[in-house]
């Protein structure tokens, strides 16, 4: 089955403490992205990257790093995670970056 | 600076009646427009997509949508609203950068249809 999967799901951690949300899709898309959605703001994108070792930023991309070492995986990492990162994250897929995207199903982060 | 708004945090329906989710947009040059829904606890997914061609976009699970160029509007619309319609849409566009270009997204449309 076609999918980008997402974990972990749900993480609740402190301040600082550096964590990844791993993201994996088996449709050998070219184009992959990271979402971040918020109450009356909609989504707005971290970073994306539109093939192996080529990434960009979004709109929102302070406080972010992600990486892109092969097609199939791209991780983003929070280095030093604050509070205002509390949010619902959301992983995407296309095969190309104009193309419709397929969606993980969302990981909550709360950092208190 | 390029944006998209939906201008209706909610819009409510009943069964049978047709519906609108209104999306305009400011971005320059030629964008590729697309509306995504989100049901709870879910990833968006995709409905239809304008790039270019016949203006009116026929999508998934009966929707459609109208590009209209003067207006920079794309509303999404349905003949006949089923209860199962409910849920969130997103309107997005991408905007052409290099060769790629990156995805902005509307704030989104709450659709609640009562049977």
């Known amino acids: 089955e076609a999918q980008v999967t997402q974990n972990p799901r749900y993480l609740i951690t402190v301040t600082g403490k550096k964590l990844t949300v791993t993201c994996s899709q088996n449709?050998?898309?070219?184009?992959m992205s990271w979402y971040r959605q918020d109450p009356g703001l909609g989504l707005r994108q971290i970073y994306y990257?539109?093939?192996?070792?080529?990434?960009d930023k979004g709109d929102v991309p302070e406080g972010y790093k992600v990486s892109r070492k092969e097609k199939r995986n791209f991780p983003l990492i929070l280095e030093s995670p604050s509070p205002n990162q509390t949010s619902l994250y959301f992983c995407?897929?296309?095969?190309?970056?104009?193309?419709?995207?397929?969606f993980g199903d969302g990981t909550r982060l709360s950092i208190l | 600076a390029q944006s998209v708004a939906q201008p209706e945090d909610q819009v409510n329906v009943a069964e049978g009646n047709p519906l609108t989710v209104k999306c305009t947009y400011s971005v320059s040059g030629n964008p590729y427009l697309f509306w995504y829904v989100q049901y709870p606890n879910r990833g968006l997914q995709f409905l239809l997509k304008?790039?270019?061609?016949?203006?009116l976009v026929k999508g998934s699970y009966g929707f459609e949508a109208e590009f209209n160029k003067s207006q920079t509007s794309f509303h999404l619309k349905k003949p006949s609203a089923l209860v199962s319609d409910s849920a969130l849409y997103f309107c997005?566009?991408?905007?052409?950068?290099?060769?790629?270009?990156?995805?902005?997204f509307g704030k989104g449309t709450k659709l609640s249809v009562k049977p």
């Open positions: 995407a897929s296309s095969l190309f970056g104009n193309q419709p995207q397929h």
């Open positions: 449709m050998n898309h070219e184009y």
């Open positions: 997005a566009v991408r905007v052409p950068r290099g060769s790629q270009g990156n995805l902005i």
């Open positions: 304008y790039i270019t061609g016949d203006n």
């Open positions: 990257s539109m093939n192996v070792e080529v990434t």
